[in-house]
């Protein structure tokens, strides 16, 4: 009896084996109909997805901390805004021993430039320069001609709104002038003005045009200065 039921039932059975083992078969040469390239495909995407996501945050990365323009600033403390593209300060640093110090009191990373600079002259490091009716000189150097006017004219109009109008100069420069003039350790206009010493006696050093009172410097450069850079 026992072996007739269990024969029976093998019998049964055998048909859902067959089964089994058909769907299976199936599976395989149908990607579980379908299922498993429907995963594949959703991890492809996911994986585009990421990859897509780590290249946006690189670059973004990349545009924010790579500086595009430099602004300088020259009342005694000598300092330079690096500019990003995305018009955001990424650095501030100082060309001279006060400017150094000066760069050292004020946070202005991640600023507008424009802030920034009204912040650093705004500052009581510079009150005591401003009131004895310094000269500041502005240089905007790097980016491209219409974008560095645009922000020329800005500083200027912070500077002009916090210093009187005659005491106001800019020089716009290219890159090339602005590293030549890193090179050897002088502002914008010692720079220049050393450039054209160079034409009447060769053996003038930067050293010697870094010792001139700033006055003497101004009258050899050329100075521009805006009437109203705020437009008004």
Request: proline share 3%.
């Amino acid at each position: 009896m026992d072996d007739r039921i269990r024969a029976a039932f093998d019998a049964v059975q055998a048909p859902e084996r067959l089964k089994r083992q058909t769907r299976a078969a199936l599976r395989k040469k149908t990607f579980d109909y379908g299922r498993n390239l429907i995963r594949l495909r959703s991890a492809r995407r996911r994986l585009a997805a990421g990859l897509l996501v780590l290249v946006l945050v690189l670059t973004g990365t990349g545009v924010w901390f790579f500086p595009t323009t430099s602004i300088g600033m020259d009342v005694n403390p000598s300092v330079e805004l690096k500019v990003n593209a995305l018009d955001r300060v990424i650095a501030l640093r100082g060309r001279n021993s006060d400017g150094i110090a000066l760069a050292e009191e004020i946070d202005v990373a991640g600023m507008a430039y424009d802030d920034a600079m009204q912040r650093i002259l705004l500052s009581h490091s510079l009150e005591p320069y401003l009131e004895q009716g310094s000269t500041i000189t502005i240089t905007v150097a790097g980016g491209d001609q219409v974008h560095s006017e645009e922000m020329l004219s800005k500083v200027l109009c912070r500077a002009y709104n916090i210093a009187a109008e005659e005491n106001v100069v800019y020089y716009q420069v290219d890159w090339e002038t602005v590293r030549a003039a890193q090179a050897v350790g002088l502002c914008i206009p010692r720079y220049l003005a050393w450039q054209q010493l160079l034409q009447e006696d060769p053996t003038i050093t930067a050293e010697d045009v870094r010792q001139l009172p700033k006055e003497e410097i101004h009258q050899m450069v050329q100075m521009n200065t805006m009437e109203n850079p705020c437009g008004e």
